[in-house]
């Protein structure tokens, strides 16, 4: 309620007063800039998730673009800058669709405050979902602007800078490796569409990168301007935020240059049913649990394994890899699983337990697999916290026995 | 001495007659077929391994191939079968240089069975090194062979067939996704030399495939057959080995469809220095660990923790990418980093302890992370053991205090 007044007294002289609305079920982690995950237990009820209920994340105020005046320009190529409008990413380029997977690099982030205080968003579990985005390829933009060989012996990196700015004028940057930008099966995306419509306004409208299996803060909004570099972007968020440190590195001796800045996420999952502290009825004699998992760079998720007895029995979790009333999707191709696999199994409840703690880990197609405890992998900026999620749940007598 | 015996009673009747002698330092785990790794302690006093060093594994036994009358067979390519001799692999293709780190999916499988007994050989930590290794790059020769994109629109598969056989003459085999195969930046290499030399003989002369970033069962020796293919191998270790399952997963409910074939390896470290059991001298007030990390899918190690107070403070190791009277080798590109690294940290000794457990524990360019314990990783068949590595020491203390 307070959130909402705040939104309705924004005048002109608050650079988010242009800000659109937003949907009233979201969490809202901040308001200025807008920051919120939906509710757990509505996330996994879709394969696709909703437009509306998409997390939100962003870093500065949202810029209203005019899509008849838009231009994206593209430097560091040899043969000069070339500018491009939305109807030249339209018309002169193939629409390619990939249904990918963003997550923020501080979902469950909360789960590390509870060990140490980190600083940043206290997102829940919820910092993550799904979407089919279309637009013009990178690669095909890129080689049409230029892009050869002769490049790629020098440059390493494509820089991205977003049409946001703050009220010095710095705009949102990022970069990603030129590799991912250039590959055939990188699939990276300008896209103008988010599950068939134009993007939303807080996704980014009329156009923003999609880094299939990269964090979200590379997959910059509002996209102004692409520079094709042989140094990594030069903003804070690539320079001095979003890097994962060892659990004994604090602010007084973190020195942000000897990480690397966070491009493919590692493994995933969370359950989002039954919620943390809900009451499972003992007569029914089981529980269903339900979540999702996803893995960074284009790793198929290959297994999920839940336990109700502390790991003494895990149950192997089916696996859905479309919408619940869809044919099962073909398996994509190697180092192409973009998308998220939702599970569920159902166990059974253990005869004496009063309250149960559910964990879950999945492993991917590396097998590569989620560590067992925070603690280990704990950090200041609280980010790439992917430990086995853990749910607490009561179990309800029932009472005529 | 028994397993030297046995190697000399060896007669024209037993297949394993042929097998070459091996160097004396080796830790034998199976004589028949030749199966050993180096002492830890030496693992680690080279970036380089030795050949004579280098972990061997055989599955079957060595063929003896004449280089004069060697022919590499290409099949599954529009064109029709291709014949490729030692001289053409040599001559009608760039040689290409890659430094990889080959690890079986067994090593450290001795830790899963202080769990509960596994399938397999009982692998130390040192089922893992690292060499130099030229030849042709597989997407050259397939590309002359008539590789292109319409062979792409149907195969998924790059099979390879060993000229090792048991006594029904069935071959080893093994297939790599054919992505990996004709990546231009997936280094996939006809290998005829390893660090400088011709391939060794328990190293598959004269050619071998080298599949940097993919489990040692893939890296097919004694390379005879190649074939481009809609399916992956149809051989026992891809099929029904090499695979992981679930904690809960036992030999009579596996189905060996259920899971990938391996592929990728996980993030791995472990500690070579000093050894479980070692004493070590209270007086000198620290200890110094060494050891080596790598992770798969060629994602660099950028991070290695040392604790030795349970993991109330982690110390962070410096990393060698190359041999120590080296110049630092540069960064690879992103996604080649094929070659493991070594590292080294000292850390002060605990004031009252009498006994220390030393553990460490690796994250790659994904962020990925070794997970905590073993249990929550076992599965039948011991393989991707790859949890925190634990060495217990004694501290002598001075006697004169
Ligand atoms: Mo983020
Ligand atoms: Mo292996």
Redesign the interface.
């Known amino acids: 309620e307070d959130l909402k007044k705040q939104q309705k007294v924004a005048d002109s002289s608050d650079p988010y007063s242009t800000d659109p609305e937003r949907h009233p079920a979201l969490r809202v982690n901040s308001l200025k800039p807008f920051n919120a995950e939906p509710p757990p237990e509505l996330l996994t009820d879709n394969y696709i998730t909703p437009n509306a209920l998409f997390f939100k994340r962003n870093h500065l105020p949202v810029p209203r673009v005019d899509p008849k005046t838009y231009k994206l320009e593209i430097e560091g190529l040899p043969r000069g800058p070339v500018s491009l409008t939305l109807n030249d990413l339209k018309t002169r380029f193939p629409k390619h669709t990939v249904t990918a997977t963003l997550q923020c690099a501080g979902n469950r982030r909360s789960e590390m405050n509870t060990v140490k205080q980190v600083k940043g968003l206290n997102w829940g579990i919820a910092a993550i979902s799904n979407a089919t985005w279309s637009g013009a390829r990178l690669r095909d933009v890129l080689y049409t602007a230029g892009y050869g060989p002769e490049v790629a012996a020098k440059a ?1 990196h494509v820089q991205f800078e977003g049409l946001d700015r703050d009220v010095t004028g710095t705009t949102y940057g990022a970069s990603i ?1 030129l ?2 930008a250039v ?1 055939e ?1 990188g699939d990276v995306l300008l896209a103008y569409e988010m599950n068939g419509e134009d993007l939303p306004l807080d996704h980014g409208y009329p156009v923003r990168v999609v880094v299939p299996g990269t964090v979200g803060a590379r997959n910059v909004k509002w996209l102004g301007k692409i520079v094709v570099s042989e140094e990594e972007s030069k903003s804070h968020w690539q320079q001095n935020d979003y890097k ?1 440190f ?4 604090d602010w007084d001796t973190v020195d942000f240059k000897s ?2 800045a ?6 995933q999952s969370a359950i989002t049913q039954p919620a943390e502290g809900a009451m499972v009825d003992r007569s029914t004699e089981e529980v269903t649990v339900r979540g999702y998992a996803w893995s ?2 284009g ?2 998720v ?2 999920v ?1 839940v336990t109700v007895d502390g ?1 003494k ?4 979790a089916q696996l859905q890899g479309s919408e619940k009333e869809q044919e099962p999707a073909a398996s994509p ?3 192409q699983a973009w998308a998220w696999k939702l599970f569920e199994v159902t166990v059974p409840l253990p005869a004496e337990a009063q309250e149960l703690e559910i964990m879950c ?1 999945a ?1 991917d ?9 925070v ?3 704990w950090n200041l900026r609280g980010v ?1 916290s992917n430990a086995w999620h853990r749910v607490k749940v009561k179990i309800n007598e029932d009472s005529e026995e």
Chains 1, 2 share one sequence.
Do not use: C, F, M
Not at 246 to 249: C, E, H, L, R, V
Not at 262 to 267: G, K, S
């Open positions: 390493r490796p590799g991912k590959s099966v994962g060892s659990p004994s590195t990480a690397p966070i491009q493919e996420l590692p493994i960074g760079g790793r198929e290959v297994r394994d790991g029995t895990w149950h192997i191709p190697t180092g880990k492993v197609n590396s097998y590569n697999t989620q560590p067992d405890t603690a280990p992998i790439l």
